[in-house]
């Protein structure tokens, strides 16, 4: 039973959950249980450390922005989002 519980999923509307870094479903918006997110300390770690390469990238890059498109704005979005939902993981300057 437990070998076939490797994918989570939403317990509201059964939606895989890819990103265990977003605390609520994709699908529905419904808080997902702790157990099936990362932590808050893990979280700062993933995003800290994304906002440092996604930096990195940027400076190297120059002048205009990324190649593939929307998916890395949407992705910055998501985390602007959840860097705004907890207090001061904004004021972090690791
Ligand atoms: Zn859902």
């Known amino acids: 039973m437990s070998a076939e519980y490797r994918t989570p999923r939403c ?6 959950v890819f990103n265990p870094r977003y605390p609520k479903c994709e699908k ?3 808080q997902l249980p702790e157990s099936m997110v990362l932590s808050k300390e893990a979280l700062t770690a993933v995003l800290e450390q994304e906002r440092r390469e ?5 400076r190297s890059a ?8 929307s ?3 949407t992705i910055s979005d998501i985390t602007d ?3 705004d939902a907890f207090d001061g993981l904004s004021d972090l300057d690791l």
Not at 11 to 16: A, E, K
């Open 11 to 16: 317990p509201y509307c059964g939606f895989t």
């Open 62 to 69: 120059g002048s205009g922005t990324a190649s593939s498109g």
């Open 54 to 58: 996604r930096e990195r990238k940027q």
């Open 81 to 83: 989002g959840l860097l």
């Open 28 to 30: 529905c918006g419904e």
């Open 71 to 73: 998916d890395l704005d």
